[in-house]
């Protein structure tokens, strides 16, 4: 296990080895001496000077070659947490950039995705989509990880297991995504050793009894290779490689034996060109025969982790096994470090971390995933698509043109089609797999070639694939399908729903919807096309008489009504005296009661008053729930273009933030806040807030956002 000596010097050592930028090693050295002092006089478990951990953290980020933000914010990470600095103070010294990547690891620190429950979906969701925004942040979490692995062993034994389990289950498939395999690595052997004591002591120590031996044979392989090599002029550096423990036991795992366990034996040449790869393998492969299904060619078809190599496995010397990989040191450097390996590049004027991010998101299905569901409605959807697209096992399969797919293992030929393109998946009639035709329920395994039949005429997916497929993206899309479709079926009802209106009153359709009352009929109602109209009629939110009077103004009375509120709206702001009509009756005064307070979309019933006309309140208002005279059928119109005021009670614990937070969600779907009441108890706060909202839908958005923030409890409509 590596035991590194860390020190200010050691570590500053690294950083000037590669950043000479004097404001940047300034912002470097104060994060260092801010997150000293912090820290001073905190101890870690295993009685060292706590600021050894963030040193450590920051060291391990050098040898990825870290920009300054990063170091900064390594040397910062837990002080957010363990300081009792706040946010803000932190933004004053550092800078927003700086800031965010403390504050995301925080975050991440909190995160638990074991059991994640329905009420925490909207929290891990927030944090997921906010680590999108900056891959940096994992890097660091990564290398805050690696350090508190590897000092795991102060831990009582179930503390071990389960951080060891979180590791394995959490941050290890994250880094194999960002191809980050030099810490999977070490992470990997590391959780072993925890969560698998007694294999992982086993598997060191057999390896320890033949380590004599088989460095001597490699060593004996690795001058015959290089020999062969020099002799046609082919420039390299050859490495022997150990085999990791936590690959040893995989195999040991699939049922593997130790001793048949070949490619113990390992090899990596290195070399200056791509074409120097190819030249190697050629050279290697006519003196050493190589096993014809060991040969892979992670070059011209690279991981979806951007990892390039060749492997070969060959019959080396005295007939042992070699597995050998060939690649550049280019190509190592992303082998090793992944989407880190930007770093290393350092090309002028280009922009590292927009490389870097945009790498992230085009390259890493896990990341896409979290950018394609960020619209989603559904927090447990996005949850449970972004979990089973970034911890399951996955397999890398190809399309007839030898382009690279990964999909979660137990995918089907649904699932490959959905992932190329919706259009694929929508017109599927059926798969060729290895140039087989297979079920459309076939699992796709590692390595298959996949053709997808499409059918431009076909009658779309059906409801039994949403059984059969295993991506939440296909199970998306094909829901998408059928929602397109129930669309068609709403525009089919809402002109058969006009279409009745006007046989009642023997108007031919056709004379009706010439353009010239189309236009009309758009320019009153504010729609885009006729499609619209039609879907509103079917949800009710037009009446069909509506459209035709706006033909017909003559003899009608909504029309009247519709243009009176209209007019209204424009010279009156005077809240719930228009936007509610009474069949059969115009010009009558209207209030809005002020008990429920009913907004746009709610059901409604009016109550005739005592000479002050007629109050509306929500159907279900305890005053007038029980009452059986004087009530009166009320409507909202379809066009509200004024808004409404509605009251909610939020509960939350204390924090000075949730205010702010509930303005912003409120400015964002322009809600307006007309007045805020606070009342506190014992623990909790109670803010009443009046708002001015359009509609209840968008009101209930905003209950829904609120809900969303941290340390809110609850949120209710506040009734009389
Ligand atoms: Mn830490």
Known sequence: MKKINVTYDSV???IKSYIDDESELKVITKAYKYAFEK?????RLTGEDYIIHPLSVAQILTEIYADYECLSAAFLHDVLEDCNVTKEELINEFGENITNLVEGVTKINRLNFNGVSEAMNANYRKILVGLCEDVRVIIVKLADRLHNMRTLYVLPEKRQKEKAKETLDILIPIAHRLGMNKIKSELEDLSLRYYKPDIYFDISEKLNQTKAEREKIVLEMQNKVSELLNKNNIKHEIKGRAKSIFSIYKKLDKGKKFNDIYDLLALRVFVNTEQECYQAL???HSKYR???KRFKDYIAMPKSNMYQSLHTTVFGIDGYLFEIQIRTYEMDLVAENGIASHWSYKEHG???????????EKKLQFFRTIMEMKDEKDDKNFVEAVKEDSFKEVIYVFTPKGDVIELPKGSTPIDFAYRVHSDIGDHLVGAIVNEMLVPIDYELKNDDVVKININKN?????????????????????RAFFNRLDKDENIRQGEELLQKELRKRKIPFNDFLNSENIQKIKDELKIQDLNELYINLSNNKILPSTVYNIINVEDNKNEKILKSVTDNNIKNTNIGKTDIYIEGISNIKTNIASCCKPVPGEKIIGYITKGKGISVHKINCSNVINLKERLI??????????KYYATILVHSKKDENILLNIITKSNSLNITVSSIKTMNNSDNTIYSITVLVENIDKLLKFMNDIKTINNVIDVERSIG
């Open 12 to 14: 500053f050592k690294a």
């Open 39 to 43: 820290h001073f006089g905190q101890k």
């Open 282 to 284: 050629g050279y290697i």
């Open 290 to 292: 190589p096993i014809p």
């Open 350 to 360: 280009s922009n590292v971390k927009a490389d870097m991010q945009n790498d992230m």
């Open 458 to 478: 076909s009658m779309g997916p059906n409801y039994e694939w949403l059984n059969i497929v295993k991506t939440p993206q296909a199970r998306n899309k094909i």
């Open 633 to 642: 059928e009320v409507h909202w119109n379809p066009i509200i273009t004024k």
